[in-house]
């Protein structure tokens, strides 16, 4: 079933959705010019930072990928949410190997009773059913198939974890892992904004909790070492940005949208103290990503954010939850009955292998909860799936961890995660590819490739020049979504498609 997925987030990417909406041409223009010219749209040559619509940056860290990608894939909208999806694999197979990594720390329980056979089950399944239950994310799915920065970040932040939990294994590469986790951690802040606040807090927990289960102060100085040497790489890699981030440079963004920002508070806190209106924004945001229509039903509300089929959770999500549900029930039911005395539980009731999967389980939690923190923090369309980007990798993690100590325990879940999974797969993909049918087009500015389609049934010898000068008008409030069909379609170079534009907009196209 996961290959299944795998292979159908890379078919009909210019049908669905159709078109190609700023955020995805901006960035694409900035690569095709810097692959033609080593500047990038504006002029500026190969510079960290380009600029984005609404004050926001499009990163080298995309940009440098798509001008390698679009050298062997092309210039086509298909070419590059393409893309997006390879970064999303890059998410979901650095979560197999990660959780891979940390089931062989999970100590093997010894013996032959059932409950010790279950978590040594559990202990082997686990990366796979993080895989699956990341191949068959909602919230991955859509993030695969629109070209911006988004996906980016994640993937550098699950790869920065790769390398903090291969540096704890104490091997004559743990150096070269610490740099590479530094380095990963540097990129992921750098990709996209919301991560800066995500990341740090991420690699504090987990750095913790494998500071916490390392057995003896030599290895665990060694990993400190580590530690060290990934923050002083990440330091470094990420010091530029830090630079401009001091000095104003790409801050506008992240500032307009801000629940402290100075006017907003104003117009809306009240006779509340602007400490506790802040506070109560947050709790209230935060809240507002983990109602049932997010969540289960629909989703953003954005539909460059979610098709509107299901929500932000998978079925295989929600079985979990239902799991961890019923465990909680039937330990609260058996309290009742006095069948497990509160205060006379003389030990452990899990093998130690299974309480490790739980420690997993639940650390996936906090790091989703960092993951939601970015978005709760900004007041503008929430609850905002992009800006909560850095939570989706941590749900599969929780979700694979709950069905693997489910797989080991109860034989059932085995057929039941089969009949869910394939059942999600007939019932929301073919739907995915007619989402977009009846949508409004300015989702994703989708006139243009309607018309050059049109145009081209219609009169196969008119130009694509002429075409995009027939119908410049239609939606264009930036010059790149122009820029780009120039480039791509009628093979202008950056400049000429850049003076054509400006040209039109002069005469009052």
């Known amino acids: 079933m996961g290959v299944t997925w795998l292979v159908f987030r890379f078919v009909g990417l210019e049908a669905s959705p159709p078109g190609f909406f700023i955020d995805e041409a901006r960035p694409a223009v900035h690569a095709m010019c810097l692959a033609e010219t080593g500047r990038d749209a504006e002029g500026k040559p190969w510079p960290l930072y380009s600029t984005a619509t609404g004050g926001g940056n499009h990163t080298l860290a995309l940009l440098f990928f798509d001008v390698v990608w679009m050298k062997v894939f092309g210039k086509s909208i298909a070419a590059f949410r393409a893309g997006a999806a390879f970064w999303i694999l890059v998410t979901a197979f650095g979560l197999f190997f990660l959780t891979r990594d940390l089931a062989a720390m999970v100590p093997e329980t010894a013996g032959e009773s059932s409950d010790e056979e279950s978590a040594r089950s559990s202990r082997k399944v686990l990366p796979w059913m993080v895989l699956l239950a990341a191949l068959l994310s909602p919230w991955s799915f859509q993030f695969s198939r629109v070209a911006w920065d988004l996906p980016v970040a994640p993937a550098y932040m699950i790869l920065s974890l790769v390398g903090l939990v291969r540096c704890h294994r104490g091997d004559k590469f743990s150096i070269v892992w610490a740099l590479f986790a530094g380095i990963c951690a540097s990129l992921a802040m750098t990709a996209y904004a919301p991560l800066r606040a995500v990341v740090p807090l991420v690699l504090a927990l987990v750095g913790g909790l494998l500071l916490t289960v390392t057995r003896t102060w030599s290895v665990r100085w060694t990993f400190i070492k580590g530690l060290l040497a990934a923050a002083v790489a990440a330091t470094i890699a990420f010091w530029p940005t830090l630079r401009m981030l001091a000095d104003g440079k790409v801050n506008d963004r992240m500032n307009n949208v801000a629940i402290w920002r100075p006017d907003w508070v104003s117009a809306h806190k009240g006779e509340l103290p602007r400490w506790e209106f802040l506070v109560k924004n947050f709790l209230d945001n935060l809240a507002l990503h983990l109602r049932p229509s997010f969540l289960f039903m629909s989703g953003d509300e954005s539909l460059r954010h979610s098709s509107q089929i299901e929500g932000h959770l998978s079925p295989l999500d929600m079985l979990a939850l239902a799991l961890v549900g ?184």
């Open 326 to 509: 019923g465990m909680v029930l039937l330990l609260l039911l058996r309290l009742m009955r006095a069948k497990t005395p509160l205060l006379e539980v003389s030990g452990p009731t899990l093998p130690a292998t299974t309480r490790s999967l739980v420690v997993i389980a639940f650390a996936a939690v906090l790091c989703g909860f960092f993951g939601l923190v970015p978005a709760a923090l900004t007041f503008e369309a929430i609850p905002h799936a992009g800006r909560a980007i850095g939570a989706w990798p941590f749900v599969p993690v929780f979700s694979g961890t709950v069905l693997a100590i489910a797989w080991g325990r109860r034989r059932w879940v085995a057929p039941l995660l089969a009949i869910v999974a394939l059942g999600h797969t007939i019932y929301f993909l073919p739907l995915y590819f007619h989402a977009y049918d009846n949508a409004a087009k300015h989702w994703f500015m989708r006139e243009m490739p309607d018309e050059i389609r049109k145009e081209r049934l219609e009169n196969p010898t008119v130009t694509i020049q002429q075409i995009i000068s027939d119908h410049f008008g239609y939606s264009y409030y930036y010059d790149e979504v122009p820029r780009y069909y120039l480039m791509s379609e009628a093979k202008m170079g950056c400049e000429e498609a850049k003076s054509l534009v400006q040209g039109w907009r002069a005469a009052g196209k």
